[in-house]
Nanobody
Framework: QVQLVESGGGSVQAGGSLRLSCAAS????????MAWFRQAPGQEREGVAS????????YYADSVKGRFTISRDNAKSAMYLQMNNLKPEDTGMYYC??????????????????WGQGTQVTVSS
């Protein structure tokens, strides 16, 4: 049974930091690319950051470059998103996703087969 479980969300003030975690199971995690997406109320889901299966290549949305860092620990079947200097526009539900085409990262939601239930991030000004 495939499971992606996000944790680490919460409420912070602008300029603060949060670290999201995604625990994966039920599939060969080490051979899958993974990503973080977010969705604000009334807006489309957008790709925030993606990392390839080996962890050596990452893509970021322009809006988070220099502030967010994606990483993974295949030994623990886990992925992380370190979010620094958070802004109110970072508010939204953050989702973990996984795709079997592991060689290259992708920020396209259509490229992902498995999704978590999400964790809420709220940034106040």
């Amino acid at each position: 049974q495939v499971q992606l479980v996000e944790s680490g969300g919460g409420s912070v003030q602008a300029g603060g930091s949060l670290r999201l975690s995604c625990a994966a199971s039920g599939f060969p995690v080490a051979s899958y690319r993974m990503a973080w997406f977010r969705q604000a109320p009334g807006q489309e889901r957008e790709g925030v950051a993606s990392i390839n299966s080996g962890g050596g290549t990452a893509y970021y949305a322009d809006s988070v470059k220099g502030r967010f860092t994606i990483s993974r620990d295949n030994a623990k079947s886990a992925m992380y998103l370190q979010m620094n200097n958070l802004k109110p526009e970072d508010t939204g539900m953050y989702y973990c996703a996984a795709s079997p085409r592991g060689w290259f990262p992708s920020l396209g939601s259509g490229d992902y087969n498995y999704w978590g239930q999400g964790t809420q991030v709220t940034v106040s000004s």
